[in-house]
Every structure is written in C-alpha cells, then in structure tokens.
C-alpha cells in the first residue's frame, strides 16, 4: 500500500513545537524579508513567511521594494540588519530585479544570519559534513520527512533530478551525509529513465510538470516531489504524475501538501535556531 507523505501534518507538528518555545521566551525571534521584485509568486511567498512568523510569536519586518531601488542601498541595508542585534535572520527572496546583483548580495549576509543557508559559508560547511549556521529551507525540509516516514537512507540508491544551488545540489550534500548513494540528474543528463528506474529514492526538483511517470519509477519506490508547476486553470501541480506514480511508489508526496509546507516550517525553525545561537548565555 502507498503512504501519501503528509507534509503539511509534519510541518505543522515543527510550527506548534516552535510557538510553544517561543511563548516562554522573554526576547523574540525576528526575522527580516526583502522583496525586491515584481513577481506575483515571490510576493505571495513573502506575504506567508510574515504571516508565519507572526503567528509563531517572531518579531517580522519585510522591506518592500520598487524597480528604484539600486544595489548600493541594497548593500547598505543588509550592513543595517548585519549590525542590528534584534535581527536574527536575514532573507533575501528570489529573484531580485534583473539590474541587481543577488550573488553579491548574498554574500554579504552576515553567515550567522543567513536564514536561508545561501551564503557560501553555510554551503561549505554543508558540503564539508560539517554544521552550518542554517541549512538551505527546501533540502532540510525533505530530510525532515523522510526521517519522519522513518525512511531508512543509508545505502539506498537516491537520485536527485534538478542541480540548483537551493534546491538539487544541497539535497544532494544532505542524503550523502546520510549515507544514501546519490546521482544529480539535470536538463542534460542522458537516459534519466534508466537511472530513475533504478533508484529507491526519487527527489524531482525541476519545474516540468509530469517529468517523473509511472514506467520511470520502480516499484515500491520513495517519490519526493519538490517540483511547483502552474495549470493554465490555476491549479498547482509537481514534477511527478502523481496519480499513477503513486500506484507504484511506497511513499509518495502530494503537491501541494507535501514539501512546500515544510520548507515554511524549516524557515521558521532556522530563525528560531539563528536567534538561539546569538542569544547563547543571555537566555
Ligand atoms: P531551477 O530552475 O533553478 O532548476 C531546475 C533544475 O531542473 C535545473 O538544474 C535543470 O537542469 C533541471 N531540469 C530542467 N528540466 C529538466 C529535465 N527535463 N530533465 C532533468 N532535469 C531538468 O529550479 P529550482 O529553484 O531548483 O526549483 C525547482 C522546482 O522546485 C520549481 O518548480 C520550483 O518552483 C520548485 N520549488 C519548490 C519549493 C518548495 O518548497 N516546494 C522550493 C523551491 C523550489
């Protein structure tokens, strides 16, 4: 029989776990977001991380920006908010406009603030098996739930389809810290289908819709969909053809409802963990 992963149940367990922690503290959480871009989703995100923090009791303030803004004000902000010790957590969403530098912008994030572990530091420790200030949201959010479905990895052949930096590539660092045996697919690797077959963890982070079908997975297979993909009628759906594919996977992950949730859920505790780090011996 299949199990649907219940991303949203599982985050939700880490969301009420955080406002009961943070009800007994004395100083709050903050985290700061700055949206310089006009996309519609970017802004649907940005509006959901503050109403998360918010919820859980976090101190939140969101920087919104028009096309004016240039990279120096930009860098001076980020100086700001590097300095300012009521601000644990620095996010920047992405994109930014096309005029600006998000690379440079990144890199100036303080890495102990750098909430969304981008920060070339945080990679590196990643990728050195070592602990970063935080880990990338998306990656630690599947791990999270494939140790929730207690699903054993070490030694499993797992295959990650997609190689972002904030998506595939940390994925990949953080199944092979667990011991799992992993290949990166992306939009040039050749006969994905053979390599998909073979695996017993699929993680598909492309944003094509209806990659993954049912004769690419072999059965009893675990499917983590990652992927986020339009309907011209509005609706979401991911990488995988869900409704086949879950006839032969053991666990499988809906969209939505499965990893978006948790990468929320992973965003929230990186702050809350972010703001302990800097608090060591004051709370
Ligand atoms: P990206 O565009 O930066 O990377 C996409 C990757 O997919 C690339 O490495 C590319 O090589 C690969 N790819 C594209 N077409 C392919 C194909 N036909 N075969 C194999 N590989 C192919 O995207 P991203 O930022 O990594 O995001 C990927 C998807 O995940 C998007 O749909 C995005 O919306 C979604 N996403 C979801 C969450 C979440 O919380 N659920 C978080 C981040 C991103």
Redesign the pocket.
């Known amino acids: 029989m299949t199990t649907i992963i219940d991303g949203k149940l599982c985050a939700k367990k880490i969301l009420d776990d955080l406002k009961q922690k943070t009800k007994k503290l004395q100083k709050k959480p903050a985290l700061a977001v700055i949206l310089a871009n006009d996309d519609a989703s970017s802004k649907v995100y940005v509006a959901s991380k503050e109403k998360h923090s918010l919820d859980l009791g976090f101190d939140s303030c969101v920087y919104r920006f028009d096309k004016s803004i240039t990279q120096g004000e930009l860098i001076k902000l980020i100086h700001e908010l590097n300095e300012n010790p009521n601000i644990n957590g620095i996010l920047v969403q992405l994109p930014l406009f096309k005029h600006l530098n998000s690379q440079e912008i990144i890199e100036l994030i303080n890495p102990k603030k750098d909430v969304d572990g981008f920060h070339p530091i945080n990679v590196g420790k990643l990728n050195c098996g070592l602990e970063p200030y935080a880990i990338c949201c998306?990656p630690k959010?599947i791990i999270k739930l494939l140790k929730e479905y207690k699903i054993n990895l070490t030694g499993k052949n797992a295959i990650v389809?997609?190689?972002?930096n904030?998506?595939?590539k940390p994925t990949a660092t953080l199944l092979t810290n667990e011991n799992a045996t992993v290949t990166l697919?992306?939009?040039?690797?050749k006969n994905?289908k053979e390599l998909t077959k073979n695996a017993d963890i699929i993680i598909s982070?492309?944003?094509?819709a209806k990659?993954i079908k049912a004769d690419m997975v072999k059965k009893g297979a675990v499917v983590i969909d990652?992927?986020?993909?339009k309907q011209a009628n509005g609706k979401l759906i991911g990488?995988v053809d869900f409704e086949k594919v879950k006839n032969i996977a053991s666990y499988i992950t809906p969209v939505p409802g499965g990893?978006?949730p948790?990468?929320i859920a992973c965003l929230m505790e990186n702050t809350y963990e972010l703001f302990l780090a800097q608090n060591k011996g004051i709370i």
Request: glycine share 20%; charged share 10%.
């Open positions: 998306t959010g389809i997609g190689r972002s904030i998506v595939g697919a992306h939009s040039k690797t994905l982070a492309t944003g094509v990659l990652v992927g986020i993909n990488d990893v978006g948790m990468t």
